[in-house]
């Protein structure tokens, strides 16, 4: 069975930082690409990031750029999203994802080449 889940959500105030986690099980972690995604009370979807399984290419949204990192480590099948100069526009459910695709900077924002996703966690920027 495979699952993924996320930890590390929370409140936090304008400017600080989170780190979250996303622990896969079920599958072999270095087959999938990862990405992260974001979903705010009444809008859509909205990719943020996502990592490669090999060689650790990274993409991001332009509105996390220079502030979000993303991250994995495969011997513990686990990818991060560290985030700092948090924003209250960063305040969302944040969920991961797999993808046995290959992700590039054109088709990682599209929630289609995902597989399974995480179940999501809250993160919350007070301003």
């Known amino acids: 069975q495979v699952q993924l889940v996320e930890s590390g959500g929370g409140l936090v105030q304008a400017g600080g930082s989170l780190r979250l986690s996303c622990v896969l099980s079920g599958r072999i972690f270095s087959n999938y690409d990862m990405g992260w995604f974001r979903q705010a009370p009444g809008q859509e979807r909205e990719f943020v990031a996502a990592?490669?399984?090999?060689?650790?290419?990274?993409y991001y949204a332009d509105s996390v750029k220079g502030r979000f990192t993303v991250s994995r480590d495969n011997r513990k099948n686990t990818a991060y999203l560290s985030m700092n100069s948090l924003k209250p526009e960063d305040t969302a459910v944040y969920s991961c994802?797999?993808?046995?695709?290959?992700?590039?900077?054109?088709?990682?924002?599209?929630?289609?080449?995902?597989?399974?996703w995480g179940q999501g966690t809250q993160v919350t920027v007070s301003s």
């Open positions: 990592i490669s399984r090999n060689y650790g290419r990274t």
């Open positions: 994802a797999m993808s046995s695709s290959v992700l590039s900077g054109y088709n990682s924002p599209r929630p289609r080449l995902y597989e399974y």
